[in-house]
């Protein structure tokens, strides 16, 4: 009886999910094939719209070259000195009636011609063939008085008239219920004549848009019912083509209106019968698909075990996900009321993961997170459950614990996780930080046991990475501050409040002969903020590339104010690894006018040991632009030999802690050996922190050739930096004179 049972059961399950299986399969021919006519029906209107809009273009292209030509024919007729005399010197009606009425009312066949003198009043009329009195100008005074202004307006700029030659203003206005094309033209001399004011006459001429027009547009460019409509404002907008040729007054619109063409509607009437074809196929298909998909159904069935093992872990590592994570630590918690004891949460975060992904590829990360995932397993107990949150991000619950289980396990898997990795393509330093979170009551959530470990795991990483932290209360107000801290560091950017200060860089003599900008940030509230407090914090959140372009845009503008001076910039490895660096750089010296030969690009020893294809191509095309690469604070880090040779280096930077360290008449020294290997290999050498003249006297001594430090000058703002210059300048001439001085004495 039960094995018929389940028989049943499992046909009925077959069957439901065929069931579902057609109806999926016919919903989504269904939708497909909606889909594809929506498209279709898409493509064919905007098909129509591009031909519509091409028409437009074509003819509204044709009206301005008609209303050239108009103007154009016009030229002999207003560019004339005997018109600046007949019509505005001595004014001669018969030579207007000759030249101005027959020749642009009969020759060029103008309906409207009329003079108008220096004070805009009509003193000539010719309509249709006749003189007539200048009064009829009152029907076209209204319709000229802006196209007159406009004409006045540039009549009073002579070296745009000159530039013009021709000075002609028209559009089609609403003589009557009439669209006609009027011309505004200024009368000027083509030789020597002169006006008796500085105001010359004006002719008005007007030819009606006539129905010739339209059939000349129409065989012209095949339009199809083509004509000339007077349309209410609110009428203006047409499923037909058209062009607004002008406005009567009263709002109404002066349009040419045709039916366009409709390539995409044709179209689709040629293609109806193979698209009819195609949805019979699509049928067709379909219910090849549901064969196939009915005969995977019964292999569905007998996967649902691996299915709800998919669903609840990760596919790279077979851990836990975030969904399994939180059901059992939902269970552990519950646990807490039942059992009294202690439950642990355990967030990991593999430091620098986002180096191998850029330097080895995505797929050499993926086998890190693979190995992580195994040492883990192996490192956690059995009754502990370990999930992968995602990237780089893991989690462990741990109940049934103590707060010296969760640190054992901690420790455990910080040096489980610590040592080199060979990825086969190379091999990466791997190191996590933990962050831990310990419970012996059920009153703290689930949710807030997994933001106090991350809060953990956050000071982990403050605190140097590669160890682990516990949640302590205090951490709140911590990550607030820096939060806050963050935050106002972000509106600083946005608001343009980050400054940049120069600290001077001088020779063995004294004299300036560079500076090196650095960012400084003076918050309303908080007053100034250190850098040591803000970069950092800039490098962490991902900000120290807008603070990079900020200080290097500014130390663009300012370098324009010292030509001869050196600027160096400090650039981080986050800026160096981003794509489009270098373009971004060649942006910013375009945009201010500077030279890169006036830059060093102070980078750090961390950029050289990534030794990645990106960084190398990156400082090459940076040595292409014409920058300086100096490596900043050499000596503290782990740069080699071969980094120096491999890579287009041309200053150290001494750190300042080796110059900190010089004893006064020294002869041998780290600073001494940095200074040798920088001159054995054609490099430059600078020494950062001077701050006493024994340092000073010292390493000049030592050959080195550049000095940075308190001594020497403190940053200050750009307008200081001249200034700073003719001091230091004067007082090594002083100095070179003192000495001299004290060798005759004692000669």
């Known amino acids: 009886m039960d ?38 029906i898409t493509a064919v209107r905007q098909a129509d719209l591009r031909e519509r809009l091409y028409e437009q273009t074509l003819v509204a292209n044709g009206l301005r070259q008609r209303a050239k030509e108009v103007q154009t024919a016009l030229n002999p007729y207003v560019i004339w000195d005997e018109a600046i005399h ?16 027959a020749s642009i009312g009969g020759a060029l066949g103008y309906n409207a011609v009329f003079v108008l003198d220096a004070n805009d009043q009509p003193i000539y009329g010719h309509l249709n063939g006749t003189d007539v009195s200048p009064q009829a100008y009152a029907a076209y005074a209204a319709q000229t008085r802006s196209l007159i202004d406009e004409i006045r307006t540039i009549e009073k ?57 339209v059939k000349a547009f129409s065989d012209r460019f095949l339009l199809k019912d083509a004509r000339i409509e007077i349309v209410p404002a609110d009428a203006l907008k047409s499923q037909d083509a058209q062009i607004q040729m002008g406005r009567a007054p009263d709002g109404r619109g002066i349009v040419l209106r045709w039916s366009p063409r409709r390539p995409g509607a044709e179209l689709l009437r040629q293609a109806s019968p193979w698209l009819a074809l195609a949805v019979l196929a699509a049928g067709f298909g379909a219910l090849l698909l549901f064969r196939v998909t009915r005969r995977a159904a019964k292999k569905l069935l007998l996967s649902e075990a691996e299915a709800k093992h998919l669903a609840l872990h990760d596919p790279l590592t077979g851990l836990a996900n975030r969904t399994l994570f939180t059901d059992r630590l939902v269970h552990a918690h519950a646990l807490l009321r039942r059992k009294p004891g202690y439950l642990g949460v355990l967030c990991v975060d593999l430091d620098r993961f986002k180096e191998v992904n850029d330097s080895y590829g995505h797929d050499a990360g993926d086998t890190v997170i693979r190995e992580v995932a195994r ?6 107990r059995e009754t502990d459950t370990i999930c992968r949150l995602g990237g780089d991000e893991f989690a462990i619950i741990q109940p049934d614990t103590s707060p010296q289980g969760c640190a054992a396990l901690a420790q455990r898997v910080v040096e489980g996780l610590s040592g080199d990795l060979d990825l086969g393509v190379g091999r990466a330093e791997l190191s996590c930080s933990v962050g831990v979170a310990v419970v012996s009551d059920a009153g703290h959530g689930q949710a807030e046991m997994l933001r106090q470990a991350d809060v953990a795991l956050y ?19 911590a990550l607030r501050l820096r939060k806050g801290l963050e935050r106002d560091l972000r509106d600083a950017l946005e608001r343009d409040r980050l400054t940049v200060a120069y600290q001077p860089l001088t020779d063995a003599k004294g004299v300036v002969v560079g500076v090196e900008a650095l960012a400084r940030w003076h918050d309303p509230e908080r007053g100034d903020i250190a850098p040591a407090i803000f970069i950092p914090l800039a490098e962490s959140t991902g900000l120290i590339s807008e603070i990079g372009r900020a200080v290097f845009r500014q130390a663009c503008r300012d370098s324009l104010r010292w030509p001869g001076l050196e600027v160096s910039v400090n650039v981080s490895a986050l800026q160096l690894s981003a794509p489009g660096f270098v373009g971004e750089v060649e942006a910013i010296l375009l945009e201010t006018g500077a030279s890169a030969s006036t830059f060093v690009l102070e ?18 095309d940076i040595k292409q632009l014409g920058f300086q690469l100096a490596l900043d604070d050499f000596g503290a880090g782990y740069a080699s030999l071969a980094y120096l040779r491999r890579h287009p280096i041309d200053k150290l930077k001494i750190d300042r802690s080796f110059v900190a360290s010089l004893t006064p008449g020294e002869k041998t020294s780290v600073a001494g ?21 024994d340092q000073f006297e010292t390493l000049a001594r030592l050959g ?33 004179t003192v000495k001299r001085v004290r060798r005759k004495i004692g000669s």
Not at 3 to 20: A, G, H, P, S, Y
Not at 203 to 211: D, F, Q, Y
Request: aromatic share 4%; proline share 4%; charged share 25%.
């Open 3 to 40: 094995q018929c049972r389940v028989f049943w059961d499992r046909r009925m399950n077959r069957n439901t999910i065929e069931l579902k299986i057609f109806g999926l399969i016919v919903g989504m021919a269904t939708a497909v094939i909606l889909l594809a006519a929506g498209l279709l």
């Open 86 to 101: 007949k019509l505005d010197n001595d004014f001669d009606l018969q030579w207007a009636s000759q030249n101005v009425g």
């Open 157 to 213: 700029d002579p070296a745009r008239v000159a530039a013009l030659r021709a000075v002609h203003k028209g559009r089609v206005e609403l003589i009557g219920n009439e669209p006609v094309m009027i011309t505004v033209s200024l009368v000027r001399p083509d030789l020597a004549a002169r006006t008796r004011t500085d105001r010359a006459p004006l002719i008005i001429s007007g030819v009606p848009v006539a129905k010739s027009v």
């Open 375 to 380: 040492r883990l397993t192996a490192i956690c």
């Open 459 to 477: 000071r982990a990483k403050e605190s140097g990475r590669g160890r682990y932290c516990f949640f302590e209360p205090e951490m709140d107000a």
């Open 603 to 620: 980078i750090t020893e961390t950029v050289l040991l990534k030794d990645s294809e990106t960084v190398r191509d990156t400082l090459r």
């Open 673 to 693: 050996a940095i200074i040798g290997l920088a001159k054995s290999l054609g490099l430059k050498t600078t020494a950062e922190g001077v701050e006493t003249q």
């Open 704 to 736: 080195c050739g550049e000095f940075q430090g308190f001594l020497l000058g403190r940053p200050m703002p750009a307008s200081a930096i001249a200034a700073a210059c003719e001091a230091r300048a004067l007082a090594s001439v002083d100095a070179i």
